[in-house]
């Protein structure tokens, strides 16, 4: 028997069908080891040394693992073909030989880009040993981040509490988003006039041409300032005579965009479908584990983690084909096409994704996929066809037209693009961030001398915009663009960034939170070297060096952890208020804008002495006057010179922030109709809350994530504060489901299940039904029950129990008591009737072998399910009688109690000792994971 390993059940069950009955297909279900989420599993001082680690569910597959391989005849290692696919075959090969179950037993290592039979067969006829130079480079990454993570990150607790983590990749990453921030507010608009004259030909036809010179000035976009200079060229141009000086046409090609790449699939899926990068990378993850597809099972795409753009000869070859059938000859270029990558530090050791069949048209496959995975592989699909496809044939057309009058002359000037052959544009056309629409505007035929007639001149205002926030697109355009992380580190680098609420999604947009820009302003105060890009870059590359055998894995991390510890040491004896200092400086115009009115925006509202500055507790950063004092607050000090002063706010007081019409005070929105009590709006140190009445224990309402200061009114005022708000007794128990908003979002609560709301505003409007809903999914992702409600109920079986046609995962099906029988391939569930049903359920009783009564025997044995614990009551009672049976005689038992003493205070002093610890453990578990 021949052990064969691979990552996913989903990939071994497709391996499986492939390889006859001399294999076996275990999973490893990912890694099986990491770095203990605790300080020392990397020593640097011990020639980096690793400790790893097993968790139980790793241990019972590893074990598994073993029994098999212990009494097999080779085994073949077979996880993914990339820098994580090796440290896993190297992980469970070094746990193998731990446990001694290898003996003299071959190893191999086969890859295979694709899961298909060919690829697969081929991949096995071919072996090679694991490769040391790949494993090296996956063991320095891990390193890295593991000893940035663990350093860096203490010290953020120390000097900026509230703070989360800091990383390697995550943190440059996320000084993309802070800068982008940052050129957003030092933006200044400009102002600027476009003119746009509406034209018609001798023939009628009409087009339009804007302004491009005036009294022999060329002008720019950003050239005409004014309303007085626009009415002054307007006016000009309705009094001149107009004719066409010139007519220039130019022939264009365009070339189709390479087959997608990691992150060129993740930018396209998130500008055609709106998928975020960690969900373009799931679907597209089952596309390549393999889908049954009209009575086959195999993979659907390549492998999907790479910077490759080129593809297989085969692949092109078959592409050109498809072409040529789907499309016709003259679509089929002259040539195939090959392409290069321009992405800093692309190492392009795989294909490009691509379909594993082009043949495989998407109509052919959509009704065998989920409508995302349908999706996604269709946009893979058009991609690489369209990249084998004809260039497309443009013809770019401009039109110069005299604008001549007694006041002076101008130019006009119009252009415009005519398709003359589509080329691969007949089927695809890469999205874009800025869309043009020039090459869509088409213009009449004219020539040199024309006379036009004028319909009407327009001026319109226009403002200069800032630039525009990163989408998670665009920010993995520029991580791929400076060379910042790889294909399989950017979606779970972005999701890294939202879990530690560094930055928030608004739309689509990527906006950094308060927490996040503090975290950068400290590390480019301080660690400024660690947050460049280009020694991010730098530090890529040397580890791609590592994985081609050029560098020493340990010498990359001596030179490295040299300088970098140094700096950190250099950091430990600063103060918290030097630190503060410094970030009220680089954040000054987020934290502390100026209101214009020529005053210190540093002032303190309140008491008019004191100045503002950031502060911190152990929920995080805030503003607070310099005479804020929470000690004199609380009565614990006298309140003695200077004065103190309770003034705090968020961080930020100004549009973004959302409290700025707060911050000098509360805003009173009301009276509570049915208290009589003020109803006010308050910024506190945790954000914007409402409050109601100023008793000593007065009720309060945070703001939820979303909603604005701006628009709070008393009605919404009054919502808040009557949460949680009860949505109607369950119809299984008849227990009160309640709506709320809590520490995670809002969500309906029933019997101590939560379930998340998609909205704040769902927990007011949420119903019984949505609400029951949400719940039943809640408990059927956690393993507890869920009430599936059915497509069709087909009424009473002969033997008794309800028959009914449900929807379950792998498709409909027809249940009865314990009998699940699947209906077959593109049968509607709505035309299933009670006789077809009834032989699907005998069929499967027959298959199984349980016969007719088969279903009523889960009874018999759930009664049985409870005799062994009678079993463990009579072992347990017996070892109490033996136990009491071999009591010691009494001196005895006085030696054993001061023995017993002796451990109690043992221990004692052991869980005062590991009292101190589970802050240490928990900052660890939060600093280790890294996103890169």
């Known amino acids: 028997m021949n052990i064969v390993i691979v990552e996913s059940p989903a990939k071994a069950k497709t391996i499986n069908k492939y390889l006859g009955s001399e294999y076996q297909v275990l999973a490893s279900y990912g890694h099986v080891r990491d770095l203990p989420a605790k300080d020392g599993s990397v020593q640097p001082d011990d020639d980096f040394a690793m400790s790893w680690d097993v968790d139980a569910k790793s241990q019972k597959r590893l074990n598994e693992i073993a029994r098999a391989v212990k009494d097999a005849d080779r085994l073949i290692l077979a996880t993914d073909p990339d820098r994580e696919g090796e440290a896993i075959s190297w992980h469970v090969l070094e746990v193998l030989q731990k446990k001694k179950v290898l003996k003299d037993k071959p190893v191999e290592r086969v890859v295979f880009n694709a899961i298909t039979k060919k690829a697969v067969l081929e991949a096995m006829a071919a072996p090679r040993a694991i490769d040391v130079p790949l494993v090296d480079a996956y063991l320095a990454r891990r390193a890295l981040d593991y000893l940035v993570g663990f350093t860096l990150s203490p010290v953020l607790w120390r000097k900026l509490p509230g703070a989360r983590s800091a ?82 046409s130019k022939p264009q090609r365009r070339h189709p965009s390479a087959p997608f790449t990691t992150s060129t699939l993740q930018q396209e899926a998130s500008r055609k479908h709106g998928f975020s990068a960690a969900r373009t990378m799931q679907v597209a993850q089952k596309l390549y584990e393999g889908a049954e597809t009209g009575g086959e099972t195999g993979g659907l795409i390549t492998y999907m983690r790479t910077d490759g753009v080129q593809i297989a000869g085969e692949a092109v070859a078959q592409a050109r084909t498809v072409i040529g059938a789907e499309f016709g000859s003259e679509f089929v270029p002259e040539k195939p096409r090959h392409y290069s990558s321009k992405a800093k530090n692309a190492q392009e050791a795989h294909e490009a994704i691509r379909p594993t069949d082009l043949s495989r048209l998407p109509r052919d496959v959509a009704r065998f996929l989920d409508p995302d995975a349908a999706k996604l592989y269709e946009l893979i699909w058009k991609r690489t066809i369209a990249s084998q496809m004809e260039s497309a044939v443009l013809e770019r057309t401009t039109i110069d037209i005299d604008a001549t009058a007694a006041s002076g002359k101008a130019g006009l000037r119009a252009t415009g693009s005519v398709v003359r052959f589509a080329g691969f544009l007949s089927l695809y056309q890469e999205g874009r961030d800025d869309e043009e629409d020039e090459e869509s505007r088409r213009l009449p035929a004219v020539a040199g001398g024309d006379a036009l007639t004028r319909v009407s001149v327009e001026t319109a205002q226009h403002f200069t915009e800032p630039p525009a926030r990163f989408t998670e697109a665009t920010l993995v355009k520029k991580m791929e663009e400076l060379g910042i992380g790889r294909p399989s580190t950017y979606a779970s680098t972005l999701q890294t960034l939202r879990d530690r609420e560094y930055v928030k999604l608004d739309g689509k947009r990527l906006i950094p939170e308060d927490k996040g820009r503090l975290v950068i302003a400290f590390l480019e105060s301080f660690f400024d070297r660690y947050v460049e890009y280009d020694f991010t870059a730098a530090l890529e590359e040397k580890l791609d060096r590592i994985s081609a055998g050029e560098l020493s894995w340990k010498d990359v991390l001596r030179d490295f ?202 927990v007011f409007s949420v119903g019984i039904n949505r609400a029951v809903d949400a719940l039943a999914q809640k408990r059927a992702k956690r393993g507890g029950r869920a009430t599936a409600t059915p497509l069709k109920e087909l009424g009473e079986h002969p033997d008794g129990g309800p028959v009914t046609v449900q929807d379950g995962r792998y498709g409909p099906y027809v249940k009865w008591a314990k009998v699940n029988a699947t209906l077959p391939k593109g049968t509607d569930p709505q035309t299933v009737e009670m006789d077809q049903a009834l032989a699907l359920i005998a069929a499967k009783l027959e298959k199984s072998g349980k016969g007719k009564t088969a279903a009523k025997k889960p009874a018999a044995k759930k009664t049985a399910a409870k005799k062994p614990a009678a079993k463990k009551t009579a072992t347990k009672t017996a070892t109490e009688k033996a136990t009491t049976a071999k009591k010691a005689p009494t001196k005895k038992a006085a030696t054993t109690k001061t023995a017993a003493s002796k451990t109690a205070a043992s221990k004692t002093a052991a869980s005062k000792t590991a009292a101190k610890k589970p802050a240490t453990r928990k900052a660890a578990t939060t600093a280790a994971d890294d996103g890169s």
């Open 167 to 248: 990383g390697r990749v995550q943190s440059v990453s996320l000084r993309l988003v802070c800068d982008r921030e940052a050129e957003i507010e030092r933006f200044v608009k400009q102002e600027y006039w476009s003119i746009l004259a509406n034209l018609q030909t001798a023939a009628g036809a009409g087009f339009q041409a804007r302004i491009a010179t005036y009294n022999g000035k060329k002008l720019g976009r950003l050239d005409i300032g004014s309303k007085a200079e626009a009415e002054e060229i307007a006016a000009l141009l309705n009094a001149a005579t107009l004719s066409v000086a010139s007519v220039e």
């Open 561 to 762: 952890w040299k300088d970098f510890s140094n700096s950190v040491h250099e950091i430990k004896d600063l103060r918290v208020s030097e630190v503060l200092d410094a970030l009220n400086e680089i954040l000054a115009a987020h934290v502390f804008p100026d209101k214009g009115d020529g005053e210190d925006p540093r002032k303190c509202p309140a008491c008019g002495i004191g100045r503002l500055s950031l502060k911190v507790s152990r929920f995080g950063a805030f503003v607070g006057c310099s005479n804020y004092n929470k000690e004199k607050l609380d009565g614990k000090v006298p309140n003695e010179d200077p004065p103190h002063c309770g003034y705090t706010r968020q961080l930020t007081a100004n549009g973004s922030g959302g409290d700025a019409e707060i911050a000098d005070g509360p805003k009173l929105l009301g009276q509570d109709p049915e208290t009589g009590l003020d109803v006010t709006l308050r910024s506190g140190r945790f954000g914007p809350y409402v409050q109601l009445g100023e008793e000593a224990k007065p009720k309060r309402a945070s703001l939820p994530r979303g909603w604005q200061v701006g628009e709070m009114d008393l009605e919404k005022a009054l919502q808040l504060l009557s949460l949680p708000r009860e949505v109607g007794p369950h119809p299984e128990d008849g227990k009160m489901i309640s709506a709320g908003i809590g520490r995670y979002g809002p969500f309906v609560l029933h019997d101590g299940t939560y379930a998340n709301l998609e909205s704040p505003d769902e």
